[in-house]
């Protein structure tokens, strides 16, 4: 198995590593350790390189399934052993974990709101979405939505990880709302990110360490999806930091 660096420590921007399986017929490797994030929960993989002394080797997919996360490559894939150094596009990650926190402020302030969960969402660097089923909000009445929300983020709540066994996160409501139920019985450890005070969810992403390194937001568009369902998109006012 990998150990995913992304998983405790969201800023690690580059890894030493070594190579445990190697597929050259997909040109792909499966490294000991990795600060790529393969995707999943909305949040897109990263992007970056491996370097074998000064070959940089492109990284074009990243990937995982039971043995851990695959690097894919666009040309030369090295043997096993082999001991790489990766770095990943840390401007657009930290956009991305900077935007995935925002989507979990307003998750927040919805569920403050109207008690509704979350139902889906995906995100880019810079802008996401979320869908709510909010059959009774006028979705013309988004700017009093906007300032709870960049009031919410402006309260620097801090963000904070942790690992619960799996049966005190099947009894903490605010993961049952999430649906912590929908994750795969095998998993026994779940990961939780906490917006202290704020929004609280059982998640693998990458996110920022509170909410001041967000700034503001703007709710760009809201869109009926039918039979009450809305979907909510927001943009970061400053990409750039
Ligand atoms: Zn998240």
Same mark, same amino acid.
Request: glycine share 10%; charged share 30%; aromatic share 6%.
């Given at each position: 198995m990998t150990e995913r660096i992304y998983s405790t420590d969201s800023y690690a921007a580059e890894m030493s590593a070594e190579v445990v399986a190697a597929d050259r017929d997909d040109r792909r490797v499966l490294l000991d350790r990795t600060v790529?994030?393969?995707?999943?929960?909305g949040q897109p993989i990263d992007q970056g390189a491996l370097w074998v002394g000064d070959d940089r080797l492109?990284?074009?997919?990243?990937?995982q399934d039971a043995d851990g996360v695959w690097h894919w490559l666009d040309e030369g894939v090295p043997g096993v052993g082999t001991q790489v150094e990766g770095r990943i596009d840390?401007?657009?990650?930290?956009?991305?974990?900077?935007?995935?926190t925002s989507l979990h402020a307003l998750c927040g302030v919805v569920w403050d709101w109207f008690?509704?969960?979350?139902?889906?969402?995906?995100?880019?660097?810079?802008?996401g979405r979320l869908d709510f089923e909010l059959p009774n909000w006028d979705p013309d009445k988004?700017?009093?939505?906007?300032?709870?929300?960049?009031?919410?983020?402006?309260?620097h709540h801090p963000i904070e990880v942790s690992f619960l066994p799996r049966k005190e996160a099947d009894a903490d409501?605010?993961?049952?709302? +999430? &649906? @912590?139920?929908?994750?795969?019985?095998?998993?026994?450890? !779940? *990961?939780v990110i906490d917006l202290v005070g704020l929004d609280?969810?059982?998640?693998?992403g990458t996110h920022v360490k509170s909410t001041a390194e967000v700034g503001q937001?703007?709710? +760009? &568009? @809201?869109?009926?999806?039918?039979?009450?369902?809305?979907? !909510? *998109?927001?943009a970061l006012n400053n990409p750039k930091t």
């Open positions: 790529f994030y393969p995707g999943g929960g492109e990284v074009v997919k990243v990937t840390w401007e657009r990650r930290y956009l991305l974990m900077r935007t995935h008690r509704s969960p979350v139902t889906g969402g995906n995100m880019e660097p810079g802008r988004r700017g009093p939505l906007e300032e709870a929300l960049n009031a919410a983020i402006a309260r409501p605010s993961l049952i709302r +999430t &649906k @912590v139920n929908l994750i795969p019985k095998s998993i026994q450890k !779940i *990961r609280r969810q059982a998640d693998g937001v703007k709710i +760009t &568009k @809201v869109q009926s999806k039918g039979r009450g369902f809305r979907r !909510i *998109r927001l």
